[in-house]
């Protein structure tokens, strides 16, 4: 195609997307090959990927550009016969070539969690929580060599400007991800800081600590402005407001070392530890983290309605194993017995009337018939998101006292003990609280 263009000078017939896709010859030039065979190649590597012991360690697009690389060398330059064993040799080389480049990696990440300077850290499993003053001579020893290597070229060390960016947060979350390589330790180690402050919304609840974000600008505070005519007569308002959580002051990490909050943390931890080293593999783990997401993106959300619909989508997450006539029945009764306690003075059916509630307002947003402007919106969002936040620490204590984070149970399983989670509950709550039966006499 492209010597008939260059020939009758009709580049026009070209299919100008087909350009864009090739194998790049060692002599420099390019082998176009069109879109669809490189989105087929893409597909395979995917494939081959996802079936191999680096899954979850190696970046796709590693893969895909090594097996580019071998297709040339092997079936082009050295005209090897392209047969389903030499193809299968190929990407093996591809896979080899792409474990080459897994490493552990420390990753520092800035956060605005609590505005108090108190303790110097904390920890939630791997990922560790150092203040800013405590974080200074850390960053100081690891930048270093870089500002000497900028001062015996006489230049200004860009680790000066990371630092003030750096120094306009309240807290660095520290991470270190296990054999993997840039790209998938990069995002492995932005998930681990992100589920560990999606657990302490939950931890200490979304009134508490709504502020709280992990990077972004850096801005220590947050200013407004807005002005208004009314009947001719212009106001206008200001406010500075801090970009961290204001609700904690000293001595606050006291609370984490309560024996249920320990229990607690060191169960968020081990969850957490999946995300940091593939090779541990806790589903259930996962699946809090995957539900704590939900919740999380909903105590920093701004609108209401939005979230209410991503708080009561972490129940889903949670609680559902497969696709059902009676989701709404299955999430409310099974998100109710994981929020049941024992020892508390709430009933099942208390629990699941709440659920119900949320899951009917939830499925009101969704489906158009309550507007995210109505009142009722703004009104109950705090209560929604309360009822979610029980049923998560809750499950979450209920998954790791009963060994379950460690056990690679299957959606089947995982239904069949959430369905006698429900049964017992009921038993235990019809136990504690009998009817009161009237008595009426003969």
């Known amino acids: 195609m492209l010597q008939e263009a260059v020939r009758t000078k009709q580049f026009e017939s070209l299919p100008k997307d087909d350009m864009f896709y090739g194998l790049r010859h060692p002599k420099g030039h390019e082998l176009v090959y069109g879109r669809e065979a490189d989105r087929r190649l893409f597909d395979v590597a995917s494939d081959v990927l996802r079936r191999s012991d680096v899954a979850h360690s190696v970046n796709v697009e590693r893969v895909f ?27 093996a080389a591809a896979l080899k070539e792409a474990r080459k480049a897994r490493a552990d990696s420390r990753h520092l990440i800035p956060c605005q969690l609590m505005l108090v300077a108190d303790p110097e850290n904390f920890a939630v499993g791997p990922v560790k929580f150092h203040n800013c003053v405590a974080f200074k001579p850390i960053a100081d020893a690891l930048l270093s060599d870089h500002r000497k290597a900028a001062a015996a070229d006489g230049l200004t060390s860009v680790a000066d400007d990371v630092l003030g960016y750096y120094a306009k947060f309240t807290w660095v979350a520290d991470v270190t991800v296990i054999g ?91 969850a957490i530890e999946a995300i940091t080293n593939p090779e541990t593999e806790r589903p259930l783990g996962l699946r809090f983290i995957n539900s704590a997401a939900w919740h999380g993106q909903a105590v920093r959300e701004s609108s209401p309605a939005a979230a209410i619909i991503k708080s009561v989508s972490a129940l889903e997450s949670m609680v559902l194993t497969e696709k059902s006539s009676e989701t709404a029945r299955v999430v409310c009764e099974r998100s109710a017995a994981m929020s049941y306690d024992p ?71 995982l239904a069949g003990g959430l369905e006698d989670l429900i049964a017992s509950t009921r038993q235990i709550d019809s136990s504690r609280h009998p009817c009161d039966l009237e008595l009426m006499s003969p």
């Open 65 to 91: 550009k090594a097996i580019k690389a071998i297709i040339v060398e092997r079936f082009i330059m050295t005209n090897i016969e392209p047969t389903l064993a030499t193809v299968e040799k190929a990407f």
């Open 180 to 270: 993997c390589d840039k790209e998938t330790g990069g995002e492995r180690a932005l998930q681990a800081v992100n589920a560990a402050l999606d657990f302490l919304h939950i931890f200490f609840g979304h009134f508490h600590s709504h502020e709280m974000r992990m990077g972004g600008p850096g801005l220590d505070s947050e200013i407004r402005g807005m002005i208004e005519v009314r009947e001719g007569e212009t106001s206008i308002s200001y406010s500075r407001a801090s970009t961290s959580a204001v609700g904690f002051k000293e001595g606050w990490a006291g609370i984490l070392n309560e024996p249920d909050s320990r229990e607690l943390v060191a169960s968020a931890g081990r």
């Open 343 to 413: 020892n508390g003075d709430a009933r099942f059916d208390t629990l699941l009337e709440a659920m119900k509630d949320a899951y009917d307002l939830r499925s009101r947003l969704l489906h158009g018939t309550l507007s995210p402007y109505d009142p009722e919106v703004k009104m109950r969002r705090n209560e929604v998101l309360r009822v979610v936040e029980r049923c998560l620490t809750n499950g979450l204590a209920m998954f790791d006292h009963e060994g379950l984070l460690d056990r690679p149970l299957t959606p089947k399983q």
